[in-house]
């Protein structure tokens, strides 16, 4: 069969590399991709919010399954677009998508239901949110209703730092219109859980547990950035810990979707906070995590292409879905400045040395070929170093040394992925 990915960071390298394990796809195609991708599938000049080229696109080349790796096009309806011209697509509609596009809709979904969750009022009216904030605790989380690149939640300590904090989202709108609406929410204190999970609209089947490292500096400082490198499986994520997600979380959350009349059926990330009182939900993704996939694709031993049609057919009750005991870690090399200024372009040095390496994995994100042939930076992460290993001290060991195998000027990485670790 053809497949179609959708995207040009390292989740959809990640998922790339795993659809070309599956020995029912012949051929891949990826738009736009990034050079890492090229190197499996073949990149196609459109990007990810073109949907009627993407849609004209898989109908040329008769592309059997499209898989939609990025956030933008699934809150913008691009599932909609493919089922409407009576294409094979994977992903939640746009109806269901707003779990991710509108933090205020998923908040709301869970007061309403009584999914576990923290303490939220939401405003569109800046002086409304100034005022509500005279009031408040601190710590305190602002919130950009919208799409951010992950980017879009200020943790607060003062008055004053929240009131500045209300200006940039609202008022500056430093987050483009995911500002018109903004959250203001309960600070929790706790571990940070990843999960993600396949729904095909009544069934849910999590995948194994994941910890993410948003802060671009070591020991949680610096600013948010899409992902700075992540661990799996999580310590933290017990037995018991999982026992009652699956009581009063996962299954609640799929019903209550179905219930609103938002069939979900794709993937939905649950960013967790175990808390002294238990696990709330932080937040809903309505797709793989970046760098999350790359830890955790790589450990499950599913044909995905198995998995991911059974979401699309409602037939995810038939899949057991299996994970490596092991470990996984993904450090990922950034441009120094990352995330406000870098440069591009910067040759990238020492790639072959993952070849034939069991294990080890380079994922592209930021990459792109120059014109004579060399891989070069084309972001401010480039590339997600992602190591196996018999357990997590292992795995982080392995990971950090083969951070080493690669250089490009300016490169830049946390030294403490994983550090948690040794703390369980």
Same mark, same amino acid.
């Given at each position: 069969?053809?497949?179609?990915?959708?995207?040009?960071?390292?989740?959809?390298?990640?998922? #790339?590399?795993?659809?070309? *394990? $599956?020995?029912?796809? =012949? !051929?891949? /195609?990826?738009?736009? @991709? &990034?050079?890492?991708?090229?190197?499996?599938?073949?990149?196609?000049?459109?990007?990810?919010?073109?949907?009627?080229?993407?849609?004209?696109?898989?109908k040329e080349n008769a592309i059997d399954l499209t898989i939609i790796g990025m956030d933008d096009p699934l809150v913008g309806g691009i599932v909609d677009a493919f089922e409407a011209?009576?294409?094979?697509?994977?992903?939640?509609?746009?109806?269901?998508?707003?779990?991710?596009?509108?933090?205020?809709?998923?908040?709301?979904?869970?007061?309403?239901?009584?999914?576990?969750?923290?303490?939220?009022?939401?405003?569109?009216?800046?002086?409304?949110?100034?005022?509500?904030?005279?009031?408040?605790?601190?710590?305190?989380?602002?919130?950009?209703?919208?799409?951010?690149?992950?980017?879009?939640?200020?943790?607060?300590?003062?008055?004053?730092? #929240?009131?500045?904090?209300? *200006? $940039?989202?609202?008022? =500056? !709108?430093? /987050?483009?219109?995911? @500002? &018109?609406?903004?959250?203001?929410?309960?600070?929790?204190?706790?571990?940070?859980?990843?999960?993600?999970?396949?729904?095909?609209?009544?069934?849910?089947?999590?995948?194994?547990?994941?910890?993410?490292?948003?802060?671009?500096?070591?020991?949680?400082?610096?600013?948010?950035?899409?992902?700075?490198?992540?661990?799996?499986?999580?310590?933290?994520?017990?037995?018991?810990?999982?026992?009652?997600?699956?009581?009063?979380?996962?299954?609640?959350?799929?019903?209550?979707?179905?219930?609103?009349?938002?069939?979900?059926?794709?993937?939905i990330f649950f960013g967790l906070m175990l808390t002294p009182k238990g696990p709330r939900v932080l937040e809903y993704n309505a797709r793989f995590g970046d760098p999350e996939a790359?830890?955790?694709?790589?450990?499950?031993?599913?044909?995905?292409?198995?998995?991911?049609?059974?979401?699309?057919?409602?037939?995810?009750?038939?899949?057991?879905?299996?994970?490596?005991? &092991?470990?996984?870690?993904?450090?990922?090399?950034?441009?120094?400045?990352?995330?406000?200024?870098?440069?591009?372009?910067?040759?990238?040095?020492?790639?072959?040395?993952?070849?034939?390496?069991?294990?080890?994995?380079?994922?592209?994100?930021?990459?792109?070929?120059?014109?004579?042939?060399?891989?070069?930076?084309?972001?401010?992460?480039?590339?997600?170093?992602?190591?196996?290993?018999?357990?997590?001290?292992?795995?982080?060991?392995?990971?950090?040394?083969?951070?080493?195998?690669?250089?490009?000027?300016?490169?830049?990485?946390?030294?403490?992925?994983?550090?948690?670790?040794?703390?369980?």
């Open positions: 069969m053809k497949v179609l990915i959708v995207g040009s960071g390292g989740r959809e390298h990640a998922i #790339a590399a795993s659809v070309a *394990k $599956s020995p029912r796809v =012949d !051929k891949i /195609f990826c738009a736009p @991709g &990034n050079a890492g991708i090229g190197q499996l599938a073949q990149c196609v000049p459109i990007g990810a919010m073109e949907f009627d080229k993407l849609v004209t696109f898989a011209a009576g294409l094979r697509v994977f992903g939640p509609r746009k109806n269901a998508a707003i779990l991710e596009g509108s933090k205020a809709f998923s908040k709301d979904l869970m007061k309403k239901y009584h999914i576990p969750t923290a303490a939220y009022e939401t405003f569109d009216d800046a002086d409304k949110a100034l005022a509500y904030l005279e009031t408040a605790d601190f710590p305190i989380v602002l919130k950009a209703d919208g799409l951010a690149l992950g980017k879009g939640v200020l943790i607060c300590n003062s008055l004053e730092e #929240a009131k500045d904090g209300v *200006k $940039s989202i609202m008022l =500056d !709108k430093q /987050f483009g219109s995911a @500002g &018109n609406r903004m959250v203001i929410e309960e600070f929790m204190t706790g571990r940070e859980v990843s999960v993600l999970s396949y729904v095909d609209g009544k069934t849910i089947k999590t995948m194994t547990s994941a910890q993410d490292h948003k802060r671009a500096q070591d020991g949680d400082q610096g600013l948010n950035t899409g992902g700075m490198g992540t661990f799996s499986p999580s310590p933290f994520y017990t037995e018991e810990v999982d026992k009652f997600c699956k009581e009063h979380i996962y299954q609640a959350t799929v019903d209550a979707m179905a219930a609103e009349g938002r069939e979900f059926k794709g993937i790359q830890v955790v694709l790589p450990r499950m031993k599913n044909d995905i292409i198995d998995v991911l049609e059974a979401c699309i057919d409602g037939k995810l009750h038939e899949i057991d879905l299996q994970f490596e005991d &092991n470990a996984a870690v993904c450090v990922v090399l950034a441009s120094d400045g990352y995330p406000v200024k870098y440069e591009k372009g910067l040759e990238i040095r020492g790639l072959e040395n993952f070849e034939g390496k069991e294990g080890y994995y380079c994922f592209h994100a930021g990459t792109r070929l120059d014109d004579n042939g060399r891989f070069v930076t084309n972001g401010g992460r480039v590339l997600g170093v992602t190591a196996k290993g018999a357990d997590l001290k292992e795995a982080r060991e392995n990971a950090y040394e083969a951070t080493k195998w690669i250089d490009f000027d300016n490169k830049y990485m946390r030294n403490d992925i994983g550090k948690a670790i040794d703390e369980a």
